[in-house]
Every structure is written in C-alpha cells, then in structure tokens.
C-alpha cells in the first residue's frame, strides 16, 4: 500500500470537551476509509479560528485526502466555534482521484500476490535426469539445457566419453567439449562434488540445478535377461537404484538411444528423448514460404489497396487482418474461378501495412534460365529467388523428383557465365560418413568426391545438351569443358576457416547436417556469396537427426523473416510419371 500524503496544514490543539467523545468502531472507521463520501460532517476537521486565507486554502486542498488515506481509527474532534471558523469545502477534483489512489494500490498489491504466486509455481519439484553418454557426444552443452531440474552422470558415461575423445571426427570434438566443460564446473571456486556442482558457476545463467556424479557404488538388481557388463544395463541400474533412494522424486533418463529408452520403460523406469536439439516439434509446422490469400481477400481489402507501378513489377499495399501473419519474402497468392489470379512477394512489412511485388514469370520461354523454364507454382517462387541478387540465403526442400538441383544448378550457370555476377560456383553436400576422412578413393579431392556427386553429373549433362544442342559433337563437348571450369566440387572436411567471396555456393543433401554444421558452412559466406541449402527431410540419413532437429529444419526456422533470405518447400514432382507415382503410393 502506498504510504499516505504528508499533513497539508498544521496540527490544532484539541477542545476540552473532545477527550471525552467515545472512539468511534473498527467498522465505522473502515467504512469512512472506503466510502469517504458518506463520512459525517462531525468528522471531518475544521480550520482553525486563527488561521490565515493561505492556510485555509491548503486545508481545502488537503483535507479530503488526509481523511481519506489515513485508516487509524482514533477520534476526530470538532474545533471550537468561531465566527470566523468556516469547514473547507471538499475540492471535486481530489474526490475523482480518491477511488483512483486506492485502486492503483489494490492493483499493486494484487501485482505482487501474483508475482509471488507465479514464483512459487516456479519452484515446483525438481527432477533428477540421468544422461546418457550419447546425449553429451550429440550436444555438448545439454547440461545446460535443463532449466532447474539437477543432473546425474554415472560413472560408466563419464568411462565411455573417455573412449569416444580420440580421432577428428565431430563425435571425438563433441566428446572433449563435453569433458572441458565438465573440468570448467569441477574447478569452479567453492565446488564440492559430494554435494552437487553448480550449473550456473561458469556463467549459465538458464542453469539452475546441480551436477552429481557417481560417487559410490549403488545397490540396484536387474532382470538376469540382461547382461550387467553392458554399458547400457549399468545406466538403468543406475536409475533403479536412484528411483528407490530418492523416491517420491521422479528420476528421468534421457538418451537418444531408441532401444534404451524402450528397455527403460519395460523395466518401468521413466525415460525421454533429448528435446532441446529439436527446432520444431512437429514437421508439419515447417515454415512452407507460401501462403494461400484467403477468398474474399479483394472483397475485404479491395477498397484499400494502393498499387504503383516500377519498372516491371506492380506493387500492392495491402492491410487487414491478413498483415500480422505475413514475413518478408514470403510468397501469396490468389486463385478463384472467374477472377485474375495474383502471385507476389512480400516486399515490405510496415506497422499494420504490407506491400506485394509481383513476380517475374520463369514459366514463359523467353524467361528461360539456361534453357530451364518452371512447371509449377512453387517452382517459379524459387527461381524468382535464386535469380534475386539482394536474397543471400535461399532454402529449398522437397521430395525426390521437384527439381531442387536442376533449378539451383541452371540459376548458378546463368549468373555466373552469362551475368557474371559470381565468380564459380561452388557445390558440396553431406555424405552420409560426415565429418570422416574421405580417404581410401583414388585421385584428388574433387575426384574422392565424384561419387558423390551423381545428382550433379545428371543435371548437368541434361542443362549442358539443351544450350549446346545445336552445335554437334563439338559443341556440346566444348559447353561441357565450360561448365566444368566453373564448378568447384569441395569436401565438408576442409571447410572451417575457409572464406568464400563472390561464390555461389550450393548445400546439397542439406538434410543430413546438425545445427552445428550448418553454421559452419554458413558462416563462411564472405561478400557477395550466395548461399542455396537443398535437401529432403523425408530422407535423413545421420544417426540420432530427425525431421525437427536437423539442421536444414533449423536453417529455415531461423532465417524465416530475414529480408535477405527465403524459403520454399516444393510440393509437386516435375522427374516423370513413373517417379511421381511412386513418391505417393511406395
């Protein structure tokens, strides 16, 4: 509660008479704080028979307020009669405020009750997580990643993350990373192991909770189907025993281990997959880069929209309830029978206006990217951004057969032969041993990556036959050796540290990259580089990746809404009949 006003005017001397008045009741005093109005005249205080016009004006201005705010219940007398004693008038404008002061102090007060209440749901109970050694080699820093709930390492996961330091593999990098940073909370000032590390002590804040190892033997028994020398069966004693000796405490094991987590649950142990890895729960919340302009949008928006015309495009602002689910380059559009249809791209997004470019149309012939024209809707959306020099990061997913590479590749051609906007085009992708030596093939390292590059190869004899067609043998020969000059094949292996100025760089395969790999390779980008990541989520070859951890979906989740970036999903099958009936039906 705030505290009451100072006093207004001077305190007055009491008449005789007013030391034997009763006090009045606890309900009456706090019926005169509520409803001040209704208080008796005999209880307000009069101005004293001295006092000058200045102090009456101060008490006027006063006295409401004191007696309002103040709640002791003691008497209030009435001064002595004088001719020249007149009761100050109550100001209206102190009244209004009266029920204003007291509901700003309720709303405080019922401010802070809800804060604290807040606060204590907060501090419900903790968990006790156990990890699993795979849980540290896929993220070195998921011990931070449990808010206020403690963890516990077994001694067998600290033995098998010794095993797995050794080599150049990003498993081995994992691996150390995880042992340093549980050195840095070992030798953290005032650590004491028996008692449980501090998560926050190297500077975690969203830590909250302590680290336990291991540091006696634990009294546990399992099924004898299970062999106690196994890694595995050792952890799930291990959260046997700690379920009966902290129990009601729930004990939670996390593993990335499909089969792990089956055999804790069978044994009624509880166990989760590592969740914090994940960019999207669930795939079908993908950013898709299209939205589908409602039916009655001209009927609704119609009257308000400005368009302008600039060089070869029409500009729409557009407003509406429609604006706060658009993002910048954001592809909409609008098809209904019998009206013109619209296909743009959200340019510009300005409090609660947003302005539409229509789009260059690639299907046409004279339009054609290294004799490559679209087939489709989606198709036409992702040209118009690989062909855009102001987009630096273009995302493109899709089932096998909807074009990604051969878009990619033709838009590559053009700008860097005919435009010579880049320099060279630059393509890699994940192989499904990522991170491994790629040793053991002959040649050089464009020619170890030859067999890997089987998507490219396709391609570019298909773009290479259709611009060279017409000139023979020769021709087609010669077109080939040109393209060959301009495409560099690179190894992931060898790409830390690397700069890339004025390339146009393509990802494929992108799918089968973590989140740490991918901002390898994107940040690599120097000026004037254009960056294409392609890959099907459907077909995720990397051990312990899923559709919302991979780092294709965590690419697209993040560089939504960027103005120098953009994403489509390619919906329809452009390959064949035949590759397009499988898709669906195998």
Known sequence: MPLPPAPSRRAALLAPEAYENKARSARAAARAVTNPAAEDDDNNIAVLEASTPATR??????????????ATPAPVAKAAPAPTARRAPAAPKETAAEPATLSSAAASTTESRSARSKKTRSQGPTKL?????????????????????DIFLPMIVLEELDGHKKGMTEVARNGRQASRTLDALAAAQGADIAKGLKLDSTGQRAAGGHLFFQTEPLDYSLPTSLPQGKADNQILGVVEALRKQHAPREVVLVSKDINMRVKARA????????QNDKALEDGDLLYAGVLALPPDFWTKSGKNVESWQSGAHTYYRISGPI????????????????????????SEIRDKTAVLQTLKDYGSTKNAVWGVTTRNREQNYAMNLLMDPEIDFVTLTGTAGTGKTLLALAAGLTQVLDDRRYTEIIMTRATVSVGEDIGFLPGTEEEKMGPWMGA??????????????????WGRAATNELIRSRIKIKSMNFMRGRTFLNKYVIIDEAQNLTPKQMKTLITRAGPG????????LAQIDTPYLTEGSSGLTYAVDRFKGWPHSGHITLARGERSRLADFASEVL
């Open 267 to 274: 044994l009624g142990l509880a166990a989760e997959d590592y």
């Open 129 to 149: 997580f156990v990890l699993d050694t795979n849980v540290l080699l896929h993220d070195p820093t998921s011990l931070f990643r449990f808010e206020e709930h």
């Open 57 to 70: 004006t101060r008490a006027s201005r006063g006295s409401k307020a004191s007696a309002t705010t103040v």
């Open 323 to 346: 604006v706060p689910q658009l993002m910048i380059n954001q592809f909409v559009y609008f098809e209904a029978p019998g009206e013109p249809s619209l296909f743009a791209r959200v």
């Open 529 to 536: 580089t254009k960056i294409i990541c392609m890959g099907n």
């Open 456 to 473: 490219l190869d396709d391609n570019l004899e298909f773009l290479a036959k259709g611009d060279g067609g017409n000139a023979g043998e």
